[in-house]
Nanobody
Framework: QVQLVESGGGVVQTGGSLRLSCVASGRSFRRYSIGWFRQAPGKEREFVAG????????RYANSVKGRFTFVKDDAKNTVFLQMNNLSPEDTAPYYC??????????????WGPGTQVTVFA
């Protein structure tokens, strides 16, 4: 079992930055894929950025490439999402997901409760 807790959300103006954190407990997530997802009102949950442990690769959704940076700190069992140049389209609750499989997906077994990000024009 892995427990995940996100933090760092808030309200910022367009062009601003936020840094989200996701702390894992219960077991080390060195052999887990970890991903950030978001779900805007009226939309499906979508992948934002994540780390696939099998290949040791980090990937991003096209909509956030060049603006968001995923960082994994195994020593602290924590992953971060540095979000720069935010726009109102980034407004959503952000969720951290973990999966012992090669990558995270909407069917990954472990999720945090989420942290709200709101960007105003």
């Amino acid at each position: 079992q892995v427990q995940l807790v996100e933090s760092g959300g808030g309200v910022v103006q367009t062009g601003g930055s936020l840094r989200l954190s996701c702390v894992a407990s219960g077991r080390s997530f060195r052999r887990y894929s970890i991903g950030w997802f978001r779900q805007a009102p009226g939309k499906e949950r979508e992948f934002v950025a994540g780390y696939n442990w099998a290949g040791g690769t980090t990937r991003y959704a096209n909509s956030v490439k060049g603006r968001f940076t995923f960082v994994k700190d195994d020593a602290k069992n924590t992953v971060f999402l540095q979000m720069n140049n935010l726009s109102p389209e980034d407004t959503a609750p952000y969720y951290c997901g973990a999966d012992p499989a090669g990558s995270t997906s909407l069917t990954s077994p472990y999720w945090g409760p989420g942290t709200q990000v709101t960007v105003f024009a």
